[in-house]
């Protein structure tokens, strides 16, 4: 993956990787890596007659033009603006993943063959020493800092909505045959708004974007093993990490993004 240029080591590395999984027959997975504004882009589609992995593409780039669009177009506040708690970032996510469901909904209302289809889709990015997240859907963002290990999104499917109404154990969502059900995604329907949170920047925080084809495969303990043990060599942790979901039945297409903060 081509690096920026300057001759000194970049304060954050990046890396990805995508793999069909051992029963798929195609992927409907995508990532897109933005790295002069750090931003990192994933999505895993859905849809018949292959308009999953349309779905996702053109749901990343949608973002990516719409985040850079916005990125550009702001300005500085007025005077007797309403101070935001959310940084810049993060309302060019928000955004930048609206005009992703109205890209894939306008392409899945032009093409029969397309209807119905959507997307997850999960950003990042770094800036001014935060993190800003936006997903909708199932895809995850985690992140490694100091040994710990934690989920920075909460999925937006059946099972974790039953969790989280106390009706089902994490245990028994994720042996749920429900459990790929999708309550809220990418191209689905007019008006559906991103989950954003925004986190504090340290130096040596590793994020590791990821499909369900990994988290439902790998247990969060071995994802942290890999992205410790790989962590100055983010290429080989991605390489291991869909090499551990293949491992467990690679039931499903597999992508990974890992990016690692080396300094602020």
Do not use: W
Not at 58 to 67: I, K, S, V, W
Request: glycine letters at 8%; charged letters at 25%.
């Amino acid at each position: 993956m081509a690096k920026p240029s300057s001759p000194a080591a970049p304060p954050v590395r990046a890396e990805a990787a995508t793999d069909t999984g051992r029963v798929r027959g195609h992927n409907e997975d995508f990532f897109l890596l933005a790295l002069e504004a750090h931003l990192y882009l994933l999505a895993d589609g859905m849809g018949g007659h292959n308009a999953g992995e349309v779905a996702s593409r053109l749901a990343l780039e949608a973002a990516r033009d719409a985040f850079q669009a916005a990125s550009r177009s702001a300005a500085a506040p007025s005077p007797d603006a309403t101070p935001s708690p959310l940084p810049p970032a993060a309302h060019h996510l928000r955004t930048a993943l609206k005009a992703a469901n109205t890209r894939v909904l306008e392409e899945s209302r032009a093409a029969r063959e397309r209807q119905g289809m959507g997307t997850t889709v999960v950003a990042l990015c770094l800036a001014s020493g935060k993190a800003a997240i936006a997903h909708m859907g199932d895809s995850r963002v985690y992140r490694l800092r100091g040994g710990d290990f934690e989920q920075l999104t909460d999925d937006h499917s059946l099972v974790q909505e039953q969790v989280r109404m106390g009706l089902l154990s994490q245990a028994q969502a994720q042996s749920s045959p429900h459990k790929n059900v999708i309550t809220r995604a990418c191209g689905i329907r007019e008006g559906v708004e991103p989950d954003l949170r925004v986190e504090t920047l340290q130096a040596g925080d590793i994020f590791l974007l990821c499909s369900d084809g990994l988290s439902n495969l790998v247990e969060d303990q071995e994802m942290a093993r890999i992205l410790e043990s790989r962590r100055s060599d983010l290429a080989t942790a991605c390489s291991d990490l869909i090499a551990a979901a293949n491992s467990a039945g690679g039931d499903d297409n597999i992508t990974v993004v890992a990016v690692a903060v080396d300094r602020l």
